[in-house]
T-cell receptor
């Protein structure tokens, strides 16, 4: 158990819908990262927040947005969903903001878009 | 820009045999390099990382990797495979202290251990 929690574990929804994925980092970690893992694209970095501020951005679509709240939990919002958004979404956390700080991954949320 | 190529999407070895998982990177700046392991239905776990100190890096579970700049490689090895090593392994690169603070992952190598 990494100490990172993600809810829900599974999500099934329809095209065009909007969903919110939630992540609680390990106690004491200030950074939260979001990743997408799919058969087509592999594992891709989406976005990083550090202590409430956006720190780094990856291949995140404009239909997707994220935020980190004062209690440090984070939410990833996915809107206007398409079939291709079906994937495993991971959250990771680390104590600092640099890439050399060890990232601890949650178990993921499996999103299925029908 | 950074990229990673993992040679072999599937590798199969016998229990007790040497494990060798290959990773070649491309980076326009001195890289930081990482190996992660993903067990079925779990998130990723860091095995080891190279951050420009010693070129031979030792990680958890008996794994190690050697950074070879001349070969742009960071291959992962373990002298003796155990059944519990069966998992998917990901190599990742970051652009070092000059690069963006994000990881670029390879496509992964699925390791199977034969009894």
């Amino acid at each position: 158990d990494s100490g990172v929690t993600q809810t829900p574990k599974h999500l099934i929804t329809a095209t065009g819908q909007r969903v919110t994925l939630r992540c609680s980092p390990r106690s004491g970690d200030l950074s939260v990262y979001w990743y997408q893992q799919s058969l087509d694209q592999g594992l891709q970095f989406l976005i990083q927040y550090y202590n409430g501020e956006e720190r780094a951005k990856g291949n995140i679509l404009e239909r997707f947005s994220a935020q980190q709240f004062p209690d440090l939990h984070s939410e990833l919002n996915l809107s206007s969903l398409e079939l291709g958004d079906s994937a495993l979404y991971f959250c990771a956390s680390s104590v600092g903001w640099t890439v050399t700080d060890t990232q601890y991954f949650g178990p993921g949320t499996r999103l299925t878009v029908l | 820009a950074q990229s990673v190529t993992q040679l072999g999407s599937h590798v199969s070895v016998s229990e007790g045999a040497l494990v060798l998982l290959r990773c070649n990177y491309s980076s326009s700046v001195p890289p930081y390099l990482f190996w992660y392991v993903q067990y079925p239905n779990q998130g990723l776990q860091l095995l080891l990382k190279y951050t420009s100190a010693a070129t031979l890096v030792k990680g958890i579970n008996g794994f190690e990797a050697e950074f070879k700049k001349s070969e742009t490689s960071f291959h992962l090895t373990k002298p003796s495979a155990h059944m519990s090593d069966a998992a998917e392994y990901f190599c990742a690169v970051s652009g070092g202290y000059q690069g963006a603070q994000k990881l670029v992952f390879g496509q992964g190598t699925r390791l199977t251990i034969n009894p």
